[in-house]
């Protein structure tokens, strides 16, 4: 089978990019709607609106429902449909930026999306995670082509919240190890295609911007500024870890944040916090050296990332949760079946306990 590597039409990072958005619009149609989250519907609705006006093209502002789900999906196109719009563009986090992929998929329109965190790796995919109205993974929605343009504004990602920021990081951290187990088991990509060497190299360029970068670039944001190693952390949680997963493949580490959706209590992490945790026991299933789990342990303990399940909000741990877990994790239609090796509920259950034994360890020993 074929290799192939794919990414968004053109990703743009910088300062105040997203008041340049009209005229991106207008490279692609003549009125959109914008999906926005509760925050950018307070904070940039009203200038969006009034530059769209200036420019004389057609704007349609909707707040975001909070999941990435059937209904929200379908209420949506019917605001496109009723209003006549030929662009979608999503502002917010990354369901935002799934919803709107989604939206212009079924609309067959081109979509736009401006991240205002920088805490999944969403944005530049072909790809949507749809969730039941609960917000219980239900499937993914493999789409066509990747967005038109990705928009990240680093005047706006500054002030987001520092834990949005380090949960991006968590869930570029798999971005490798996923990568690799998926080249090393030959399986194939979102794509339909094998890994590319673009593709690993990209992985490992991800990983290394973290180890060199994570700890100052959360202190930077911690202060609500943009210096080199946030513009780094930004692309790595972005781009890299777009690219990376999407032409990489995913493995072990999403399939177990999949799996703990079915936790209720683990509803209040963020997409990266579980995919943190998801890496370290990747690692444990793989029985990765000391070294290696010792380095992603250290990264994860310093930005306060989980790599235990008290440290996801499961208090009580017990074998028929675990289980659980597990089960859905190696469900056929995930990506668990990109190891290069079998995986069994069994030996998954095994593999989270003993993480969590080693996270819980490694907390004491710090």
Do not use: W
């Not at 989250?37 to 200036?54: H, I, P, V, W, Y």
């Not at 975001?64 to 563009?89: P, S």
């Not at 969730?131 to 706006?156: C, Q, R, S």
């Not at 959360?218 to 999407?246: Q, R």
């Amino acid at each position: 089978m074929e290799k192939i590597i794919q990414a968004p039409g053109r990703y743009i990072q910088g300062a105040g990019e997203l008041q340049k958005l009209p005229a991106y619009v207008a490279t692609f149609g003549k009125g959109a709607l914008a999906v926005l989250s509760g925050t950018m519907m307070r904070t940039q609705n009203d200038n969006l609106k009034a530059g769209f006006e200036a420019a004389g093209l057609k704007y349609v502002s909707e707040p975001f429902g909070g999941e990435c789900c059937n209904a929200e999906i379908d209420r949506l196109r019917k605001v496109v449909q009723d209003e006549g719009l030929d662009v979608i563009v999503g502002i917010g986090g990354g369901k935002v930026c799934d919803t709107a992929k989604a939206v212009a998929h079924y609309e067959k329109l081109p979509v736009i999306v401006a991240p205002s965190i920088a805490s999944t790796d969403a944005p530049c995919s072909a790809l949507s995670v749809v969730y039941t109205e609960d917000g219980v993974f239900e499937a993914y929605l493999v789409l066509p082509k990747n967005p038109e343009m990705v928009i990240m504004d680093t005047d706006i990602i500054k002030r987001a919240p520092a834990r949005l920021f380090v949960a991006g990081m968590g869930d570029a951290l798999a971005t490798y190890f996923e990568a690799q187990a998926t080249y090393d088991s030959r399986s194939t990509v979102m794509s339909g295609g094998h890994v590319t060497n673009s593709a690993i190299s990209l992985a490992r360029l991800c990983f290394d911007i973290l180890m060199a970068d994570g700890f100052k670039a959360k202190l930077a944001i911690e202060n609500h500024v943009c210096t080199a190693a946030v513009e780094n952390v930004i692309e790595a949680n972005t781009f890299l870890s777009g690219v990376g997963f999407e032409s990489g493949g995913l493995a072990a580490a999403h399939a177990i944040h999949n799996g703990f959706t079915a936790l209720p209590e683990t509803h209040e992490m963020y997409h990266g916090e579980k995919v943190a945790f998801g890496t370290l026991v990747q690692l444990v299933l793989e029985n990765r050296s000391e070294d290696e789990l010792d380095e992603v342990l250290d990264f994860c303990t310093t930005l306060g990332l989980p790599v235990n399940l008290e440290g996801l909000g499961v208090k009580e741990v017990n074998e028929e949760k675990i289980m659980e877990v597990a089960k859905l994790a190696c469900a056929p239609e995930d990506t668990m079946g990109n190891m290069p090796f079998e995986v069994t509920p069994e030996s998954l259950a095994a593999a989270i306990i003993a993480a969590d034994a080693l996270g819980t360890y490694y907390l004491k020993e710090d």
